[in-house]
C-alpha cells in the first residue's frame, strides 16, 4: 500500500524515457525520468491520460493541438487520442493511466 520511489527499479521504456511504475487494481502510475530533446513518437491507446509535469518542459501535442506544459499544468488525454511530445528540457512527469497499462505491468 505504501510506496518509496527510490526503492523502485527503473525501467527504459523509449530512448530518452526512465519509468517507475505503480499500479493499483484500476489505474496505472508511471513516473518518468525524461532527457532533454527525447521524443515520444505519435500513438494512441485505450487507455485515458492524465499528464502532470512536475519538472522542467515537455511539448505534447494531442489530436493536432500543440502546448508547452511546465510544473503545475495538466494535460487530460481521452482514450485513443493521437498524441506524441518532446522533452524541451530535463523532465519529470507523472503519467496516469486507467484502466491498467498491462504492457506496463510486464515492464515493471
Known sequence: MF?????IESA?????????????????????DVDAGAELPEHSH????VCNVLSGEFSLTINGQTRTLRPGEVAVIPSMA???GQALSSCRVL?????VREDYRKSS
Open 82 to 84: 493521437v498524441h506524441s
Open 12 to 32: 527504459d521504456v523509449l530512448p530518452g524515457f526512465r519509468a517507475k511504475f505503480v499500479h493499483t487494481d484500476r489505474m496505472t502510475f508511471v513516473f518518468w
Open 46 to 49: 485505450e487507455h485515458e491520460q
Open 95 to 99: 503519467d496516469v493511466f486507467q484502466p
Open 3 to 7: 510506496y518509496q520511489l527510490d526503492d
